[in-house]
């Protein structure tokens, strides 16, 4: 009787955790998709002065970094977290229920733990800023170049074109 609970047990939690990263994969593309669009809509509505006074590889830097982020990581991201809550809040349970005097570790672990996070992404929050803020100019610099290369092609020639005219 043992083998075949465990057999059911098992091929449920594989069927469920199927089901789950599937759809998370479908709330992540939506996600995306519906970040695409809103992030094109505010850029392409902004007013004039902000593209003067913005840098176009910040703009760049802005579609590809953190839209790359939000396309390639976030539903992996939030699939593990949902799992591991669920499995840290399952063994909790459990051992809360053979040791009562484990919920008051509990609790002050999460209070600490809430503080830290909080404190961390602040940190993170900020590294990117900078980070965005450093890779701007190398990315305008970049694009400008690769503008100015159709000119410099013409420019190549203009000796050319004014041989045969002049």
Known sequence: VYPEVYAAGALGHVFLLGIGSTLFAEAGMRASRS??????MAVLKAPLAWFEDT??????SRFSSDLAMVDLQLTMILDNFLQMLLFVLMMLGIIIVIVPLVAIAAAASAVLYYFQAVAIDRANRETKRTKDAAMGPVQTNLSEMLHSVSLLQVD???GRIRRFFF
């Not at 840098?55 to 760049?60: F, I």
Request: hydrophobic share 25%; charged share 25%; glycine share 6%.
């Open 55 to 60: 840098p176009s590889g910040r703009t760049v």
């Open 156 to 158: 190549e020639h203009d």
């Open 35 to 40: 970040l695409h669009w809103d992030c094109l």
